[in-house]
């Protein structure tokens, strides 16, 4: 679109906790627009996530929105194209971009997990962020030190 932005779009809460986020994660988690089945993944892994952290005195959703503010990235590596060369120019990301990425990154290594059904993936690849370790916390440390290691040239930013 040459003109006019985009309209974001209105997306509804969630019917048990009332809340955007969950709807936004779900939608992530769906596959061929089976919502449904998407739901009853992601609350059987808030139900898991709860049995594995019997002493914690914050709910599952809690526990849940803290393990994706720990692997959300601050900054992120973009090619840049300089007179014949490419420099990895590290940018801030927008707010919603950052909530889609970490979203994104936990749903992509609960799926490379180990395990029985998706929700107990799920569930532990939540619990590994809460902890921060796993695989979504290393990749946003990784990414972190290569936006360091390239902080140099910052400068082409665009």
């Given at each position: 679109?040459?003109?006019?932005?985009?309209k974001k779009r209105v997306i509804l809460p969630d019917p048990v906790f009332n809340d955007v986020r969950v709807s936004k994660f779900v939608n992530?988690?769906?596959y061929d627009g089976k919502k449904n089945?998407?739901?009853t993944i992601f609350y059987s892994a808030l139900e898991t996530v709860k049995s594995k952290m019997p002493n914690e005195e914050?709910?599952?959703l809690e526990i849940w929105k803290k393990a994706l503010e720990n692997i959300t990235h601050q900054v992120e590596l973009k090619s840049r194209r300089v007179g014949g060369a490419k420099f990895?120019?590290?940018?801030?990301?927008?707010?919603d971009r950052k909530e889609s990425i970490s979203m994104k990154n936990l749903i992509l290594y609960a799926r490379k997990r180990g395990g029985k059904t998706m929700a107990d993936k799920l569930a532990?690849?939540?619990v590994d962020a809460y902890n921060e370790q796993g695989g979504a916390y290393k990749r946003k440390e990784d990414m972190h030190k290569m936006a360091e290691a390239n902080r140099?040239?910052?400068?082409?930013?665009?």
């Open positions: 679109m040459r003109k006019a932005k985009p992530h988690l769906m089945t998407s739901y914050k709910t599952a990895q120019v590290p940018t801030e990301i927008r707010p532990a690849e939540i140099a040239f910052a400068h082409f930013r665009f």
